[in-house]
């Protein structure tokens, strides 16, 4: 199912993508400038080149090391195994009702890892073909897939930046890095945002 959600999300990914490209080469390029017939050729036909190439790399990154980056986490990453604290936090989920059906994740012996696994196995399976479960995973999935791009892409710049052909657009300016940061980190909030949300949906529709 998570591939399907996949690919679901392509087109969007391709468009959010290609946005942050093409401001990024305004910057570069200038807004108050008309660009040349040669700036018009380059943006235009790498815009949907390069994020082609993204959406392809993104899919080479394991999601493991996607999972640590968003939410900054060397083990243990995935926030159900934190589900404990996050039920308490939700004002939609009843803390006493989840601790009786659930008594296994609140317990204190059970391991970040344990309640990861209890979550996928026992609340999100059986509810997983349920619009606002998929809905919120889909989402999740979308905005991870969003922030590896923008990585991947800021990765590009700085080895244009340095190895790059110049004669082309020049150094890439400071502004196009800031730019790239400003989509990177708002990515990586809505990918932690959703995630969360994704953990806690499951939650309520079990529940």
């Not at 087109?11 to 807004?31: N, P, R």
């Not at 640590?68 to 060397?74: A, N």
């Not at 026992?122 to 999740?140: L, N, T, W």
């Not at 791009?149 to 800031?178: C, E, K, N, Q």
């Amino acid at each position: 199912m998570s591939t399907d959600l996949k690919t679901d999300n392509k087109k969007t990914i391709f468009s959010i993508l290609v946005s942050g490209i093409l401001v990024g080469a305004g910057f570069q390029i200038g807004f108050t400038e008309i660009p040349s017939w040669k700036e018009v050729i380059v943006a235009g036909t790498a815009s949907p080149l390069i994020s082609a190439v993204l959406i392809m790399l993104t899919n080479l990154i394991p999601h493991d090391i996607k999972h640590k980056l968003i939410f900054t986490r060397l083990f243990n990453e995935m926030p159900a195994g934190r589900i404990h604290k996050l039920i308490r936090k939700d004002p939609r989920l009843d803390v006493i009702q989840a601790q009786t059906k659930w008594p296994e994740i609140f317990a204190k012996d059970t391991t970040a890892d344990q309640r990861n696994s209890f979550w996928y196995q026992k609340i999100y399976k059986p509810v997983k073909e349920i619009p606002g479960v998929q809905q919120s995973h889909r989402d999740f999935l979308l905005y991870r897939d969003v922030f590896s791009g923008f990585i991947m892409l800021f990765l590009i710049a700085t080895g244009w930046h340095w190895f790059g052909d110049r004669t082309l657009i020049g150094p890439i300016l400071p502004s196009v890095f800031y730019i790239l940061g400003i989509f990177t980190f708002l990515s990586l909030l809505a990918a932690r945002f959703t995630g969360k949300r994704f953990v806690i949906n499951a939650v309520a529709a079990a529940q």
